[in-house]
C-alpha cells in the first residue's frame, strides 16, 4: 500500500513536469507571431496615428481632427500624408510587438514555473500585469529610437509650411528615396544630439509602455477569461478556445483602454520628439508643463485622442487575433 501511495505520488509529481513542460515556449515562435501580428496591427492604425500625431504636435490647437484629416488627404493625397514614414514604424512595429509578446510570455512562464501550475489561466491577474510591465520596459529601448524617426516624419510635411497647412509642393527632403529620407532624418538627430539623441523621449516612452502594456496585457486576459467562464458556467467545455469575436474584443477593449490611460504621456512624448525643445526644458514635467500654458490649457494634452481611440480598436483587435490564430494553428 506504501509502494502504491508513492508511485501515485510519483506519477503525480511526473504529470504536474510533463504540463510544465509542455507549456514551455518556444521563442521563435513567439517572436515570429508577434512580429506578424505587429504588422497587421500597423498597417491598420498607421493613418490614424499620423493624424493624431500631428494634432499632438501642432502649435494650431483650434484644428479639429475632421480638419486635420481633410487638409491632410487635401494637400498631401492619401500615401505621402496619411502613409508618410511608415517604413520604419512598420519594422518597429515588428521588433515591438515580437518582444512584447515573447517578454510577456516569459515572466508568464516564470511566475507559473514559480508557483508549480499547470497553465497561464491559473495565474492571479497581478502577475500578468507585472508580466505586462516588465514586457514594456524591455520594448521601450527599441521603441523609442523608431518612433522618432516616425513621429519626425509624420509631421515633416507640415513643419515645412506651417501648422496643419501643407502643400503639394516637393522638397529636397521628401522628394527623394524613403532610404534617403529615414537617413537624412537619422544623420540630423546623431550631428545635433549625437547618439543618445536617438533615445530622445525615452522617460516618456518609459513610463507609457511599462502603465500601459500593464494595462494592455492584463485587460486583455481578464476579459478572455470573463468569457471563458461565462461559458463554462452555461455549460460549455472549460478546455474549448474563446471565439474570433471574443479574442477581437478582448483586444479592442484592451487597445482602447491602453491609449486611454496614457495618452497625455504620449503627447508628451511626441512634442519632445517632434519639437525644437533644449536639453535643459525637454523634461516629461516641463513640456507637459509647457503644453498646458499654451491656448487650450490640460485640454492640449488630449488633442487626437478621438481618433487614437478610433484607430486602438481594430489595430488591437487584429494584433490579439492574429497572435491568437497563429499560436493556434502553428504554435
Request: some cysteine.
Amino acid at each position: 500500500m506504501a509502494l502504491y501511495n508513492e508511485e501515485m505520488s510519483l506519477d503525480k509529481i511526473t504529470h504536474h513536469n510533463d504540463s510544465l513542460e509542455s507549456s514551455h515556449l518556444n521563442p521563435i515562435n513567439e517572436i515570429a507571431f508577434g512580429a506578424i501580428s505587429g504588422m497587421f496591427g500597423k498597417v491598420v492604425e498607421y493613418p490614424f496615428d499620423t493624424v493624431k500625431v500631428r494634432l499632438q504636435s501642432s502649435s494650431n490647437y483650434s484644428i479639429s481632427t475632421v480638419g486635420c484629416i481633410a487638409q491632410t488627404y487635401r494637400n498631401e493625397g492619401i500615401i505621402r500624408g496619411f502613409y508618410q514614414g511608415i517604413r520604419a514604424p512598420l519594422l518597429g512595429a515588428c521588433l515591438e510587438t515580437a518582444i512584447l509578446f515573447a517578454s510577456y510570455n516569459a515572466t508568464s512562464h516564470f511566475f507559473i514555473n514559480h508557483y508549480r501550475l499547470k497553465s497561464d489561466r491559473e495565474l492571479p491577474l497581478w502577475t500578468k500585469c507585472v508580466s505586462g510591465g516588465f514586457a514594456g520596459f524591455t520594448a521601450s529601448f527599441v521603441l523609442t529610437p523608431i518612433e522618432l524617426v516616425k513621429c519626425k516624419l509624420q509631421v515633416q510635411n507640415v513643419k515645412q509650411s506651417g501648422p496643419i497647412s501643407t502643400t503639394t509642393s516637393s522638397s529636397s527632403s521628401s522628394s527623394g528615396s524613403p532610404k534617403n529620407i529615414y537617413s537624412t532624418v537619422i544623420r540630423k538627430i546623431l550631428a545635433n544630439e549625437g547618439v543618445s539623441g536617438l533615445w530622445s523621449g525615452l522617460s516618456s516612452t518609459l513610463i507609457r509602455e511599462v502603465f500601459g502594456t500593464a494595462i494592455w496585457f492584463s485587460t486583455y486576459e481578464y476579459m478572455t477569461q470573463v468569457f471563458r467562464e461565462r461559458r463554462i458556467a452555461k455549460g460549455g467545455d472549460e478546455n474549448a478556445e474563446n471565439s474570433d469575436a471574443e479574442l477581437m474584443f478582448s483586444g479592442a477593449l484592451a487597445g482602447v483602454l491602453f491609449n486611454f490611460s496614457t495618452f497625455p504621456v504620449d503627447t508628451i512624448k511626441s512634442n519632445i520628439q517632434t519639437n525644437d525643445f533644449d536639453k535643459a526644458s525637454s523634461s516629461l514635467l516641463k513640456v507637459g508643463k509647457y503644453i498646458c500654458q499654451q491656448p487650450g490649457g490640460m485640454r492640449n494634452l488630449y488633442n487626437g485622442l478621438g481618433i487614437t481611440l478610433v484607430r486602438a480598436a481594430p489595430a488591437n483587435a487584429i494584433i490579439f487575433y492574429v497572435y491568437e490564430l497563429l499560436k493556434r494553428n502553428y504554435g
